[in-house]
Nanobody, 119 residues
């Protein structure tokens, strides 16, 4: 059974960068669409980005376009979210999730990793 584990969160100053990783175990990611989501305190969870199983198609929320980049290394069974030019409003718990459909119907979720952007 596919399990996902996020890592790479932490405290970073505004304008800084972080790279989140979503590592899979129990199964391969080769056939899965992977999405990144985030939930800030007191707010609803929102979609950040997603990537097709091959990596050939990606989507981004307007709020992160041009700053975040999603990628995957199927050989390493890992999906990444490179986050640059971070803003305080990017502070949230970030989750990755897997689906059999492009950017929808995510069924398997990780436990999340906290990103805090603050000076």
């Amino acid at each position: 059974q596919l399990q996902l584990v996020e890592s790479g969160g932490g405290l970073v100053q505004p304008g800084g960068s972080l790279r989140l990783s979503c590592a899979a175990s129990g199964s391969t990611l080769d056939d899965s669409v992977i999405g990144w989501f985030r939930q800030a305190p007191g707010k609803e969870r929102e979609g950040v980005s997603c990537i097709s199983s091959s990596g050939g198609s990606t989507k981004y929320a307007d709020s992160v376009k041009g700053r975040f980049t999603i990628s995957r290394d199927n050989a390493k069974n890992t999906v990444y979210l490179q986050m640059n030019s971070l803003k305080p409003e990017d502070t949230a718990v970030y989750y990755c999730a897997a689906s059999n459909y492009y950017c929808s119907d995510f069924r398997t979720w990780g436990q999340g990793t906290l990103v805090t952007v603050s000076s």
